[in-house]
């Protein structure tokens, strides 16, 4: 596919994922209709002539171009390519599982159920003509049918088994999602073992068995498609599809098959459509492996030993045809083709037709060479599911390609905000295996949590074929922050400026160069000056995000839930007469139950504890007094559990200055308090952050006019913070009147 729009691009690749999925990571399936391109080789002598692909058979012959087959080592199945006569690329038709193929002289494969093309019941029609065009799948199991002839890119011609039985013929087409059926007359009534030959001009010939069960006797009829009718019958030695070794042939004079001798001698019988005069034409032993053709009134035919003859049955002349080689197909214009080599331009594919004189022409139509192998993508190394805060916030992406002069261009789809990551790989040193790996980093923004579609497409390198393309799903999670508004794993700080703006930095998930850097900087909205005090108090309605308390001047409690966004849903009442406390501080679990509580202290200094609920409409349970004296401290913030205790813990910063550390117990309150050390009094707001450095830990960020500092955790109670610089709300010190 080419590169197109982002909804185009994203839907294709999720349309592919579908398809897929159900193997496994990793397994590529083989499905009919995977086609890749097949370059034209350098090796080829003549720049004019299409690449006969060397060490490949020839399955078949259409009017426009020719079919092959190769043997597929990583498969282990044979494929079918197809090469236009006029230099276009060639496609490769994937193999089905315990499938095959039918071919009838036409530019249409059938792919079908079955290995043999006569048991073929659920099929469909590939026009290679148009090779982009859907395929035509026709069930004619439901007809209680099998494969003959395909007629056109969709239609077939059937034998349909009737409840005695028998069989009757008939056309099947599928125009969309209907099918319709035309009835083929003519056939006797207890007509079985009915097999299909070349199509040409409209008509079919088939072979076919009738008679009393003890004395069946073989026949051939040439059906006129179009009139709906039988229109000539032959008898013959040999009876159904099982009966001999040798294909139908015929052209709009002749008729013939294959018939051999009791001494293992092979001759051809022909038929004059016109006269019914019938001749046989001896080959040879059948050990010899002998090909044969009808064009016009001439019999063409040979071994992989000796030259293609074409012997006149009109006046029983013979010519060399000059071409040794060892296999032939029919065509539905009338013409034959023969793979061997001729002395005057060595190897290739040669047709055989009439001149207008009669008499017939020998022309090289394909030379043969060794193809560059077809681009495709064998293997897709794009895991399922990826937890970046176990894998330290990379996962490895990577195709396997056929071969490796190409780029691979990765799009990287958010599906739930359309964001994307793109890049281009190049070759590898070594190998075929194209791969890198992603930091979850989107226009240096750490990557949303989700779902990403992931398409990968390989393009060769000269340009020249058509490029493969292969879709995953992939899911990404990271350990949820409190702090995180955007649900991208990274603390978001929220700051209110003089105006009453709201302003949301969205950090770096893990720091860049060792440091903790905003990676961009975003409006959330005005009208945040109603509020005395605004809290983070991490997920109290059950979501993964981050949620906001705020207390207005009335006292008046109101939640703000967060959407994972970086935005919020409308905020909503959930409790009155909070203009009582001076301080408060949430986003630490303080009694080890999993939920986020909340803390406040009241002008007595009496500190009391909230507990969450877990519901959003009544985020927190009735008060509970923890205790007095709490009025020395000027400044309150929850930070998580920082000093590995049995519950978050909480910093309070006294009058003077000193921060002391107060470890949550479990149980709603706290131990002895433990002194962390003075000078915290040049800041004027201390925000509990989550974990800044991806360390397991929550850390602290300061912020005042002298500085904004990151206090990253150490794990020890005794000293729990080591100070760091930070570019965030360098220069702003005075800007903000709330960081939380």
Do not use: C
């Amino acid at each position: 596919m080419q590169l197109r729009s982002t909804s185009s691009r994203l839907a294709t690749a999720v349309t592919a994922v579908l398809a897929v999925t159900a193997l496994g990571a990793g397994t590529l399936t083989a499905a009919p209709a995977a086609f890749a391109a097949t370059s034209a080789s350098s090796e080829q002598a003549d720049a004019t002539l299409p690449v006969y692909p060397e060490g490949s058979s020839l399955a078949g012959a259409g009017t426009s171009g020719f079919f092959t087959y190769d043997y597929d080592s990583v498969d282990r199945i044979t494929d079918l390519v197809w090469t236009p006569y006029d230099g276009g690329a060639s496609k490769r038709l994937r193999h089905p599982k315990d499938g095959g193929y039918a071919l009838t002289g036409n530019d249409v494969a059938v792919v079908g159920d079955d290995s043999w093309p006569e048991a073929m019941q659920s099929i469909t029609l590939w026009n290679m003509a148009d090779p982009a065009a859907p395929g035509v799948d026709i069930d004619l199991g439901t007809l209680n049918g099998t494969y003959l002839a395909v007629l056109s890119p969709t239609s077939v011609l059937a034998d349909i088994r009737k409840a005695d039985g028998t069989s009757e013929l008939r056309v099947v087409t599928k125009d969309g999602a209907t099918t319709t059926t035309r009835k083929i007359t003519g056939l006797p009534a207890d007509a079985t073992e009915i097999s299909g030959s070349t199509v040409l001009g409209g008509s079919v010939l088939v072979r076919y068995a009738a008679g009393p069960p003890d004395a069946r006797t073989g026949h051939r009829a040439l059906v006129d498609v179009t009139a709906g009718t039988v229109t000539e019958t032959y008898s013959s030695a040999k009876s159904g599809y099982n009966a001999d070794s040798g294909h139908l042939t015929f052209s709009a004079s002749q008729v013939a098959w294959l018939d051999q001798t009791d001494d293992n001698e092979v001759y051809v019988t022909s038929v004059d459509r016109k006269t019914g005069e019938e001749k046989k034409t001896v080959l040879g032993d059948s050990v010899d492996e002998w090909y044969y053709e009808l064009v016009g009134d001439w019999l063409v035919y040979g071994a992989y030993w000796t030259p293609a003859k074409a012997v006149s049955l009109t006046s029983g002349e013979t010519r060399d045809l000059g071409v040794t080689g060892p296999e032939s197909a029919p065509s539905a214009d009338g013409s034959a083709v023969l793979r061997g080599s001729r002395d005057a331009d060595g190897d290739g594919l040669f047709r055989v037709a009439v001149a207008e004189n009669g008499t017939p022409t020998v022309t090289k139509v394909a030379e043969t060479g060794k193809p560059v192998a077809p681009l495709a993508i064998d293997e897709v190394h794009v895991p399922d599911a990826v937890d970046l805060d176990q894998t330290g916030g990379k996962v490895t992406l990577g195709w396997t390609l056929s071969r490796a002069d190409a780029v691979v261009d990765v799009t990287l789809t958010h599906t739930a905000t359309g964001k994307e990551f793109t890049k281009r790989l190049t070759a590898p040193a070594s190998g075929t295996r194209f791969s890198f790996d992603w930091d979850g980093v989107i226009a240096g923004l750490d990557a949303p949590n989700g779902t990403y579609a992931v398409e990968a497409e390989a393009t060769p390198v000269d340009g020249t074929g058509e490029p493969a393309s292969q879709g995953w799903l992939m899911n990404v999670t990271r350990t949820a922050d409190p702090h995180d508004y955007t649900n991208n794993g990274s603390t978001d700080v929220l700051a209110r400026d003089a105006a009453g703006v709201l302003w949301r930095d969205d950090l770096r998930d893990r720091p860049v160069n060792g440091q903790v850097k905003p990676a961009l900087r975003t409006k959330i909205g005005a009208g945040w000056g109603v509020y005395k005090q605004i809290e983070a108090v991490g997920n109290v309605g059950g979501a993964a995000t981050g949620d906001l308390i705020a207390v207005d001047t009335a006292g008046v409690q109101w939640l703000y839930l967060g959407k994972g966004d970086g935005t919020f849903a409308a905020r909503q009442q959930v409790g009155t007469g909070w203009q009582i406390y001076n301080k408060i501080a949430g986003g630490s679990d303080l009694d080890g139950d999993g939920r986020a509580d909340l803390v406040a202290t009241d002008g007595a200094g009496t500190l009391w504890f909230y507990k969450g609920t877990g519901n959003y409409a009544k985020p927190y349970a009735a008060r509970v007094k923890i205790g007095g004296g709490w009025q020395v401290y000027n400044q309150l913030t929850a930070v998580g559990n920082i000093a590995g205790s049995a519950a978050g813990d909480m910093v309070a910063r006294d009058t003077s200055g000193v921060l002391w550390l107060y470890q949550g117990n479990g149980a709603g309150g706290f131990s002895l308090r433990v002194r962390i050390g003075g000078g915290w009094g040049a800041f004027s707001q201390l925000v509990g952050a989550g974990d800044l450095d991806n360390d397991g830990r929550p850390d602290l960020i300061a912020y005042g006019s002298g500085g904004t500092y990151v206090y990253r955790s150490t794990g020890v109670a005794t000293a729990p913070f080591s100070r760091q610089t930070t570019s965030l709300y360098a220069g702003e010190g005075s800007k903000f009147n709330s960081v939380l």
